[in-house]
């Protein structure tokens, strides 16, 4: 797996590549160990279970890139709609050699981007109308690197698949036991309906607790490599810098209320939707600190100018 790809000019990132394996490689092992569970305890049920997990993971990777335009209002624009924002990405991909992903827009104030898509082909970028509003054409380009460099790591695809394992693993669960499956039903007298019932939600949360972990590692390092590659192939990583600390400063300010709607993508975006006081205490964030990102680019600045 090469995380910047044949044809890309985004620097190559060992340690992207070695934690995406990883963590795909211990997601298909808690897969195959949480459905094969399934089957041997829901035996009657094993037709629903490899129709429901299968359907789920084809839905998941396939159509990833629809699912969360439309979850987080993104419209596909044209160059004629928003000419200066395809300029950039146009730009950017030229430079990278990379080919221009579909270009979308999500009317909302909160300053935020994100890339999706299971390849460069299927990929798209969008960026909401409060990040255009605010940055400095440097500062976007900044952002639009960034998130081009996620497509092009294909680390997007890896975080889609990483993050199924917890939605099949709620759904079996709330199949199994709204569908009469533990056990034979309500009326069951099967003395093993009761170890069933218990052992398959218990196994549901364990699963899902180890999957989150495992993207929230690697989305975290993900966010870094991003940020590095986009810094290298620009040569401007204190207009990243600074597109950092407006984004996070602005977010902060966004109403509590339109924030918690935006948090269950914070895997995606460029920022995650947190407030001040959310960020300092966030043990399990999709994201490093503030801090640790512009440590970075500091780091890569001053090697820069050397």
């Not at 897969?31 to 305890?41: D, K, N, Q, R, S």
């Not at 160059?79 to 146009?90: F, K, T, W």
């Not at 798209?124 to 109308?129: L, N, P």
């Not at 966004?254 to 920022?271: C, S, W």
Request: net charge positive.
């Amino acid at each position: 797996m090469s995380t910047s790809g044949p044809h890309t000019r985004f620097a190559p990132d060992r340690g992207l590549t070695g934690r995406m394996v990883g963590t795909m490689f211990l997601i298909g092992l808690l897969y195959v160990g949480f459905t094969g569970l399934l089957i041997a305890l829901l035996r009657g049920a094993w037709p629903i279970i490899v129709l429901v997990s299968g359907g789920l993971f084809v839905a998941q990777f396939w159509f990833s890139d629809r699912i969360t335009e439309r979850a987080m209002g993104a419209h596909p624009v044209t160059p004629e709609q928003y000419p200066q924002l395809h300029g950039a990405v146009d730009r950017l991909c030229a430079l990278a050699d990379m080919p221009k992903p579909r270009v979308a827009v999500a009317r909302n104030d909160m300053p935020n981007a994100f890339a999706t898509g299971r390849n460069p082909q299927k990929a798209v970028v969008c960026v909401t109308t409060g990040l255009l509003r605010r940055l400095e054409p440097e500062e976007l380009e900044g952002v639009l690197a960034h998130e081009l460099s996620h497509v092009a790591h294909r680390d997007v695809a890896v975080m889609t698949v990483a993050g199924f394992l917890g939605v099949l693993a709620g759904a079996m669960t709330r199949i199994a036991m709204y569908g009469g499956f533990m056990g034979g039903g309500r009326n069951s007298n099967d003395p093993n309906a009761a170890i069933v019932a218990l052992v398959v939600p218990l196994v549901s949360i364990a699963v899902y607790a180890i999957s989150f972990l495992l993207t929230r590692l690697l989305s975290r390092y993900r966010e870094l490599a991003a940020d590095r590659a986009a810094a290298q192939l620009t040569g401007r990583p204190s207009a990243l810098a600074s597109a950092l600390t407006k984004v996070t400063g602005q977010i902060a300010a966004i109403p509590t209320k339109d924030l918690r709607q935006a948090q269950p993508y914070n895997a995606f975006y460029f920022a995650p939707a947190l407030s001040a006081r959310e960020a300092a205490t966030q043990l399990f964030s999709t994201h490093p600190t503030l801090e640790q990102r512009l440590a970075q680019l500091a780091k890569i600045s001053a090697r820069l100018g050397r």
